[in-house]
Each structure stands twice: as C-alpha cells, then as structure tokens.
C-alpha cells in the first residue's frame, strides 16, 4: 500500500534546463485539497488541468513542466494519477454516503463510519 503522506520522486530522463535553473527531477509533495483548487480553473482531464496539477504537487513553476519530453511528462503521470484516484475516491465515498439518505455520515473521511457528530475534534 502507497503511504499518502510519503514523497514520491520521478528523475527526469532528459532534465530541463531553464535559465541557470537545471531540474533532474520532479519530488511530489503529499496532496492537499489545494493542490487540486490549483487545477480547478481548467476542464478536469484537459491537459492544463493535469498541468497545473502537476506543477501545484511538485512546486515547480509552469515553464518547467512546459519543457518536459514526452516520456518524462508520461512518468510524471503515473504518481499524478495514483494521486488523483486519491481525490476522486474521497469524493465517490462522498456521493454514496449522500445517496444512502444518511446526512449523518455525507462528508465522513473515507475509512471512518463514525457519524458526522463524532467525527469533529471536540466532539
């Protein structure tokens, strides 16, 4: 099972060189909601959207990912991928709770069954 709090790190086959700057490879920071708010001005699927999803979990700037070769963009799209189904996994456990009629447990963590009253800190 993949840690999702691990960094996870793809070495460039043709490193990219932008200015003084030389990038060797690309380091996937954990994912956040934010990371994906970053994509979210883009059609989900596009290739700006999957751009500025890449740049947003790597840190690197757009005229970075702009120059990467195919095969480097296309094994930065493995980790981008797995990180994704993360996302899109949280938000389908999310419908199917709301579809259940239970509007105790919509929105729930994935993985926690405890009801929405028990799952906030403090509570």
């Not at 700006?48 to 930065?76: C, K, M, Q, R, Y």
Request: cysteine-free.
């Amino acid at each position: 099972m993949i840690d999702p709090f691990a960094t996870e790190t793809v070495t460039l086959r043709h490193p990219v060189t932008v200015g003084e700057r030389t990038v060797t490879e690309l380091r996937f920071k954990p994912p956040k909601v934010k990371d994906l708010l970053q994509a979210g001005a883009y059609p989900e699927g596009s290739i700006a959207f999957t751009h500025a999803l890449l740049s947003s979990l790597t840190g690197e700037p757009a005229i970075i990912i702009n120059e990467l070769v195919p095969e480097d963009w296309a094994d930065s799209l493995v980790i981008l991928s797995r990180t994704y189904q993360r996302f899109t996994g949280a938000i389908s456990l999310f419908d199917q709770k709301e579809e259940s009629g239970d509007p105790t447990t919509a929105g729930s963590p994935p993985g926690n069954s405890s009801k929405l009253s028990g799952a906030l800190p403090g509570n």
